[in-house]
T-cell receptor, first 113, second 114 residues
């Protein structure tokens, strides 16, 4: 079945560092890909998405490019802030079921000042 | 985006009891979803709830354990029945959003079963 594998956490960085959180997927067909973020004490929020190969999703300085050839959707940000501390989830849409999302295990990110 | 609220936000329950979680959204939506997030793990879809029809459960989840109601287009409930410590999780509801496959999530209900 479809699955998502994320970089193991937790990840700790200093403010203004470059961030990469790896995400690879296994899927039949061409699913949409997502990054969700869960800030402390809050619900899951959609951060960005890409719906087809070579699409780049971006939001709040974060970017991720849908790479079909490597089945990847790595999340990047050039200069992280303390406020980016959160848990990040990579996900794909399961085309077998209407709107069913399959999530990766999540990566906890902590940014130190 | 939709504004989703859940009640309760957290609860501590005794084994063998049941808890009903409510999910309210500020606009009418056709599809609502219930997820479970076990400690340190990812989200797993429990079921999809469409108004006017029986919920559709994912593999490993059954209606007797997780009965769901969907009385109208803005509200749903999930009951966790005959609870055991293994049911300790965060339970989240979500609704369909704008754009293909997009979902908006509620803040979650943190359940601890003793």
């Amino acid at each position: 079945g479809n699955s998502v594998t994320q970089m193991e956490g937790p990840v700790t960085l200093s403010e203004e560092a470059f961030l990469t959180i790896n995400c690879t997927y296994t899927a039949t067909g061409y699913p949409s890909l997502f990054w969700y973020v869960q800030y402390p004490g809050e619900g899951l929020q959609l951060l960005l998405k890409a719906t087809k190969a070579d699409d780049k999703g971006s939001n709040k300085g974060f970017e991720a490019t849908y790479r079909k050839e490597t089945t990847s959707f790595h999340l990047e940000k050039g200069s992280v802030q303390v406020s980016d501390s959160a848990v990040y989830f990579c996900a794909l849409s399961d085309l077998q079921g209407a709107q069913k999302l399959v999530f990766g295990q999540g990566t906890r990110l902590t940014i130190n000042p | 985006s939709a504004v989703i609220s859940q009640k309760p936000s957290r609860d501590i329950c005794q084994r063998g009891t049941s808890l009903t979680i409510q999910c309210q959204v500020d606009s009418q939506v056709t599809m609502m979803f219930w997820y479970r997030q076990q400690p340190g793990q990812s989200l797993t879809l429990i079921a999809t709830a469409n108004q006017g029809s029986e919920a559709t459960y994912e593999s490993g989840f059954v209606i007797d354990k997780f009965p769901i109601s969907r009385p109208n287009l803005t509200f749903s409930t999930l009951t966790v029945s005959n609870m055991s410590p293994e049911d300790s999780s965060i339970y989240l509801c979500s609704v369909e959003g704008q754009g293909p496959d997009t979902q908006y999530f509620g803040p979650g209900t943190r359940l601890t079963v003793l």
